[in-house]
């Protein structure tokens, strides 16, 4: 039996929500927090699975909110699946935040986000800010209804199942999300590297609905492309299936490897733009900005307005060091191979290996060329050794002594010098300190 385990804030409905999975009354339920103190399982009916309910994730020091709590990270670990739930109506608590770390950090299980207490969506929070927890698109569900369940019983069925074997061959594949705001030429983009008219292309916005997903062969390699709706500003969208469109938009940036931001070159940069390439760098994925109807651009204004662009997008954001920014024509095909032989060249890059002690000489030097900040205690932060560990992107675990408190302004430093001196000046690279480990254990 698989455990699949619901955790959340105190009174976001996961007593309901266990009640209903496991078709029982055995979870206690009422409007006042902290009701459930202990965990409680149940049999799902005609699946594999045990469901548990947890208490009410509370930072308390003692107390039986403490054991509680305890109790809770114990089936966190222990679990096979997780449904971490928040409450709809309430919106994004910073203990949200708070105890979504703490499930990342513990368990390497998949997690669906359930927004409850979703049944009005005129009562809805702005559901868009719960993608700060990073568990992708969120699903709304009303519990108390039974509303949204078939989604929870999709997610659990395509688990351990014959369909993760057609999962695997997908993911083999570099999957590239193709973003931007609405009418900037993205159909027209997808259809031009598909070599068809898949996609609707119209002058009006907003016919991209859905994120479609496309394998395809383009430029010597196997991919999956993804055509998302366009994105507007939220003062903009007044439609509830825009909405929807959107969050599906915007949870293409997780599934994704590359990410396209397609922009309309006649046009200036909006802020909107920059919003979705620090969600984009933040996720930690390949950027490339395609500068579309490039054509159309008069060409005594090129190099001025080549120059603009390139000076908002490298403002903007301290993880990238050069944001790829290439012109394009959707329309004509002008540049699209070229794109497209870029962000293969950086794919690579990231998926290399960088000798280890190759990474210890470049920190050495850093260090050495700027010694790094006292703490906030007046202890001196001691760089012992560093190494790569992981790609896409590529991350630096450094191994600290002494301080551990290290500024974000250091941090920066470090990323940068090692990113001049490995070439990886497009991509991100995410540095982690780990304090007081010997590397050879």
């Given at each position: 039996?698989?455990k699949?385990v619901?955790?959340?804030?105190p009174n976001?409905g996961?007593?309901?929500?266990?009640?209903?999975?496991?078709?029982?009354?055995?979870a206690l339920?009422?409007d006042?927090?902290g009701?459930?103190?202990?965990?409680i399982?149940?049999n799902?009916?005609?699946?594999?699975?045990?469901?548990?309910?947890?208490?009410?994730l509370?930072?308390?020091?003692s107390?039986?909110?403490?054991?509680?709590?305890?109790?809770a990270?114990?089936?966190i670990?222990?679990?096979?699946?997780?449904?971490?739930?928040v409450?709809?109506?309430?919106?994004?608590n910073?203990?949200d935040?708070?105890w979504?770390?703490?499930v990342?950090?513990?368990?390497?299980?998949?997690?669906l986000?359930?927004?409850?207490k979703s049944?009005s969506?005129k009562?809805?929070?702005?559901?868009?800010?719960?993608?700060?927890?990073?568990?992708?698109?969120p699903?709304?569900?009303?519990?108390?209804h039974?509303?949204?369940?078939?989604t929870?019983?999709?997610?659990i069925?395509?688990?351990?199942?014959?369909?993760?074997a057609?999962?695997?061959?997908?993911?083999?594949?570099?999957k590239?999300?193709?973003l931007?705001?609405?009418?900037?030429?993205k159909?027209t983009?997808?259809n031009?590297?598909?070599?068809e008219?898949?996609?609707?292309?119209m002058d009006?916005p907003?016919i991209?609905?859905?994120?479609?997903?496309?394998?395809?062969h383009f430029y010597g390699?196997?991919i999956?492309?993804?055509?998302?709706?366009?994105?507007?500003?939220?003062?903009?969208v007044?439609d509830?299936?825009?909405?929807?469109?959107a969050l599906?938009?915007?949870?293409a940036?997780?599934?994704?490897?590359?990410?396209?931001?397609i922009?309309?070159?006649?046009k200036?940069?909006e802020?909107?733009?920059?919003?979705?390439?620090a969600?984009v760098?933040?996720?930690g994925?390949?950027?490339?900005?395609?500068?579309n109807k490039?054509?159309l651009?008069?060409?005594?204004?090129r190099?001025?307005?080549?120059?603009?662009l390139?000076h908002?997008?490298?403002?903007s954001?301290?993880?990238?060091?050069?944001?790829?920014?290439?012109?394009?024509?959707?329309?004509?095909g002008?540049g699209?191979?070229?794109?497209?032989?870029?962000?293969?060249?950086?794919?690579?890059i990231?998926?290399?290996?960088?000798?280890?002690s190759?990474?210890n000489?470049?920190?050495?030097?850093?260090?050495?060329?700027?010694?790094?900040?006292?703490?906030?205690?007046k202890?001196?932060?001691k760089?012992?050794?560093?190494?790569?560990?992981?790609?896409?992107?590529v991350?630096i675990?450094i191994?600290v002594g002494g301080?551990?408190?290290?500024p974000?302004s250091y941090?920066?430093?470090?990323?940068?010098?090692?990113?001049?001196?490995?070439?990886?000046?497009?991509?991100?690279?995410?540095i982690?300190y780990k304090?007081?480990?010997?590397?050879?254990?």
């Amino acid at each position: 039996m698989k455990k699949l385990v619901i955790v959340g804030r105190p009174n976001t409905g996961k007593s309901t929500l266990f009640n209903g999975l496991t078709n029982s009354r055995d979870a206690l339920v009422h409007d006042r927090p902290g009701v459930t103190r202990d965990t409680i399982s149940g049999n799902m009916p005609n699946r594999p699975w045990v469901v548990f309910d947890t208490a009410g994730l509370e930072n308390a020091k003692s107390g039986i909110a403490h054991n509680s709590t305890d109790m809770a990270i114990d089936a966190i670990t222990g679990a096979d699946a997780i449904l971490f739930v928040v409450d709809g109506r309430v919106g994004l608590n910073p203990m949200d935040i708070e105890w979504a770390k703490l499930v990342h950090k513990k368990s390497k299980a998949p997690a669906l986000l359930l927004i409850n207490k979703s049944e009005s969506t005129k009562r809805l929070a702005e559901t868009h800010d719960f993608y700060k927890l990073g568990f992708g698109e969120p699903v709304l569900i009303s519990a108390e209804h039974k509303r949204g369940f078939d989604t929870i019983y999709e997610f659990i069925d395509n688990l351990y199942t014959a369909e993760t074997a057609a999962d695997n061959e997908i993911d083999n594949k570099i999957k590239i999300a193709v973003l931007g705001q609405p009418n900037v030429g993205k159909s027209t983009f997808v259809n031009r590297v598909l070599g068809e008219k898949r996609q609707i292309v119209m002058d009006a916005p907003g016919i991209t609905r859905d994120t479609v997903k496309i394998p395809t062969h383009f430029y010597g390699r196997d991919i999956i492309l993804m055509d998302t709706a366009g994105l507007r500003r939220k003062s903009g969208v007044t439609d509830d299936v825009e909405t929807l469109s959107a969050l599906k938009s915007l949870a293409a940036i997780e599934k994704s490897d590359i990410v396209i931001l397609i922009v309309d070159a006649t046009k200036n940069i909006e802020n909107q733009a920059l919003s979705i390439a620090a969600r984009v760098y933040d996720a930690g994925k390949i950027l490339c900005v395609a500068l579309n109807k490039w054509d159309l651009v008069d060409e005594a204004e090129r190099d001025e307005k080549l120059l603009k662009l390139k000076h908002q997008f490298t403002n903007s954001f301290h993880q990238i060091i050069k944001p790829m920014i290439l012109a394009i024509s959707a329309e004509h095909g002008t540049g699209v191979q070229n794109l497209f032989k870029r962000i293969y060249e950086q794919w690579d890059i990231s998926n290399t290996d960088t000798p280890t002690s190759l990474i210890n000489r470049i920190i050495e030097k850093l260090v050495n060329d700027r010694q790094p900040p006292m703490s906030r205690l007046k202890r001196p932060m001691k760089i012992k050794f560093a190494r790569q560990t992981g790609h896409h992107p590529v991350k630096i675990t450094i191994n600290v002594g002494g301080a551990s408190d290290i500024p974000e302004s250091y941090t920066r430093y470090l990323r940068r010098g090692i990113a001049n001196a490995l070439h990886l000046e497009h991509l991100p690279i995410i540095i982690e300190y780990k304090k007081d480990e010997n590397p050879f254990d």
